[in-house]
């Protein structure tokens, strides 16, 4: 089947990402030659993201110039006609399965994801303090000298932690699933060798070969948390380490969660969050910010706690644990200068003080993988 876009009366976007245009459809059958109605991920300037978009079906040939004018379907329907759904059809959406199987997903979102992960990435700041901060807070958890192999898993496009740890003395290399990104990493790297294609459920890795793994914002978005965490154990050495961000159930954040457009996404019901997540694949990608894999896993720090020792895992850090009283800080607030100034060592000893904060900073872990037995006498 081959689709070719002859032109459309282009008008604004029905409100669920669809921009609805007329095209005609090869169904390998001479007699049937209809237009018929296609909805085209839309995002942006409506007439430029139509005429640009060739992704309506896996299959398109050409996409004409749109006109302001279009001929109207045999029959000679008025545009009133031609807008009106299908009879029986409650939704315009489901037209964008007429001619398509419900699992090829929404067209184009491979598109929409690529272009909208490089906007993300294009608006990111220096990651260097943070880096720093992270480094510091490391050497106070354990030996980490320099030349040691550090694997970064999904570094994307522009791996600036990747540069950093490299620029400072370490051996870092980055893991990419997306085969584009990998190439696009490399160039900004200036390198072709540091970044590989893989995934967190297959990293490209022998086994005991790093010293450190960074896993940041990875393990909500793949198929399973288990087998994930059990490749990253497989090529830690004996006393390395996981540095992992991910979701927290627990978090308040009202305005923004960071995955969803939907405010409190993570208090929902866990059905109502399914929902969302097959609506967001299938109709409306904006949900999820235009990502092949949303997030479909929302922990807690004791959960991600649970995770690593059933594959191995044997003691569990917060950068909580790391901080000290004299760090420099980066807040501006008041309330959290005073608590981290005179009241972090209460914290830190504290069982019960510690698991309150942890609800609220549970979306970062460290996960320690036991050194080797000592075998000398």
Known sequence: MSTTLTGSD???????????????????????????????????????????HRTCESRIVRCDQMDDTMDAPRGGATSTEQDRPREGASDPTTDLYVHRHL???????????????????????????????????????????AGAKIAVVGCGPVPQPIKILRDRG?????????????ERANRYLGDPGIVRLGAAESIPFPDDSQDVVFLESVLEHVDSPEHSLAEVFRVLRPG?????????????SIPDNGEYTVRLFAKLPRLVQECYVFVHLHYQPSLARYTQRPAVHWFTYSELCRLGRQVGFYQFYSSLDLRRSDDVLSTTSRPKRFI?????????????????????????????????????D
Request: glycine share 8%; no cysteine.
């Open 340 to 376: 981290a100034r005179h009241m972090l060592g209460r914290i830190q000893r504290s069982p019960w003080l510690r698991a309150l904060v942890l609800t609220q900073l549970g979306w970062e872990i460290i996960l320690l993988k036991r050194p080797a037995a000592d075998t000398t």
């Open 10 to 52: 282009v008008g604004e976007p029905d409100g669920s990402d669809i921009l609805w245009i007329w095209a005609r459809v090869d169904l390998d059958d001479p007699a049937r030659d209809d237009p018929v109605r296609v909805g085209l991920p839309f995002r942006g300037n409506v007439r430029t993201q139509a005429l640009s």
């Open 170 to 182: 370490y051996d870092a290399t980055g893991v990419e699933p997306v085969g584009s990104f990998v």
């Open 240 to 252: 390395g380490f996981v540095y992992l961000t991910t979701t927290n159930r627990h978090v308040v």
């Open 103 to 145: 699992a090829d997903g929404y067209p184009g979102l491979a598109d929409l994801a690529d272009e909208t992960f490089a906007e993300m990435h294009g608006q990111v700041g220096d990651d260097t303090p943070r880096i720093d901060r992270l480094l510091l807070r490391f050497q106070r958890l354990t030996s980490l000298p």
